[in-house]
């Protein structure tokens, strides 16, 4: 069965610092992946998808980016994090035409 | 664009009590339609879909029925338990899968 895995699970940062999240699923090749954030209180928003290895399309314009180096394995960063980065990110991954969500990385900017 | 809109929340109900979590949607062409649940710090989970026009989704209780002509995909359950307690989304298919979500509605059932 497929499962996808994401981590940290939370991660406090200071303003201006660096981003790496990482996701990868198992039990599935090639999938469609695809990030999502979700700020306090409101609802998601997509933010990057990717088809395969290094293929990235932006859904938003901001400071953050997105890379694939791996068939499974698909990455969410930023240079210089902002206050508003702060959310809960999610990772998914699609079979057909649903997807199935990671159990998401908490991320407070202070 | 596309777009899906759901009911403000959040929906307060009693144990045993019936649910209907309304969602209408605007689209091009036939997306599928998806209700997604979200428990307090964890990921979105699917809970039912619909493929196609009259088509029910169903699970654990929850049933919604894809309705083209009102363009809706309403949730129902018969009698809700305080677990079910949770951010209920609505969702439909886009292109290379990319979901649109409605805003979400919390649910909150008391025993």
């Known amino acids: 069965s497929q499962t996808i895995h994401q981590w940290p699970a939370t991660l406090v940062q200071p303003v201006g610092s660096p981003l790496s999240l990482e996701c990868t699923v198992e039990?599935?090749?090639?999938?469609?992946l695809y990030w999502y954030r979700q700020a306090a209180g409101r609802g998601l928003q997509l933010l990057f998808y990717?088809?395969?290895?290094?293929?990235i399309s932006s859904e938003v314009p901001q400071n953050l980016s997105a890379s694939r180096p791996q068939d499974r394995q698909f990455i969410l960063s930023s240079k210089k994090l902002l206050l508003s980065d702060s959310g809960f990110y999610l990772c998914?991954?699609?079979?057909?035409?649903?997807?199935?969500f990671g159990p998401g990385t908490r991320l407070t900017v202070l | 664009g596309n777009s899906v809109t759901q009911m403000e929340g959040p929906v307060t109900l009693s144990e045993e009590a019936f649910l209907t979590i309304n969602c209408t949607y605007t689209?091009?062409?036939?997306?599928?339609l998806f209700w997604y649940v979200q428990y307090p710090g964890e990921g979105l989970q699917l809970l039912l879909k619909a493929t196609k026009a009259d088509d029910k989704g169903s699970n654990k209780g929850f049933e919604a029925t894809y309705r083209k002509e009102t363009t809706s995909f309403h949730l129902e359950k018969g009698s809700v338990q305080v677990s079910d307690s949770a951010v209920y989304f609505c969702a439909l298919s886009e292109t290379y899968s990319t979901l649109t979500f409605g805003k979400g509605t919390m649910l909150l059932v008391s025993p």
């Open positions: 998914a991954w699609s079979e057909a035409d649903t997807q199935y």
């Open positions: 039990g599935t090749s090639n999938p469609n």
């Open positions: 689209a091009t062409g036939y997306p599928s």
């Open positions: 990717s088809v395969g290895i290094g293929q």
